[in-house]
């Protein structure tokens, strides 16, 4: 059974940067498309960035192009999502994805929360 574990949020003042990780188990980590999301209070769960199993295709929402950057270390089956320049809107709770067409798979973590305020 697929299981993701997020890990490395927390507090931090405007400008500052976190790293992200989730670690993957019970599944094959290469054959899976890697995403996080967030949903922040009142809001919708929106795409923060994707990887594909690779690691050769990465894709952003355009609210966080050029400050963060998805990787994926599959020797450790893990995915990075590396957070710079944060601001008070990208507060929210991130969430880590694996994804399959076949055989079929579709995972979620349980989140980790980022705060960034001053």
């Known amino acids: 059974q697929a299981q993701l574990v997020e890990s490395g949020g927390g507090l931090v003042q405007p400008g500052g940067s976190l790293r992200l990780s989730c670690a993957a188990s019970?599944?094959?980590?290469?054959?899976?498309?890697m995403t996080w999301y967030r949903q922040a209070p009142g809001e919708e769960r929106e795409l923060v960035a994707a990887?594909?199993?690779?690691?050769?295709?990465?894709n952003y929402a355009d609210s966080v192009k050029g400050r963060f950057t998805i990787s994926r270390d599959n020797a450790k089956n893990t995915v990075y999502l590396q957070m710079n320049s944060l601001k008070p809107e990208d507060t929210a709770l991130y969430y880590c994805?694996?994804?399959?067409?076949?055989?079929?798979?579709?995972?979620w973590g349980q989140g980790t929360q980022v705060t960034v305020s001053s």
């Open positions: 990887i594909t199993g690779d690691g050769r295709f990465t």
């Open positions: 019970g599944f094959t980590f290469t054959t899976a498309a």
């Open positions: 994805r694996a994804r399959r067409t076949f055989p079929k798979m579709d995972s």
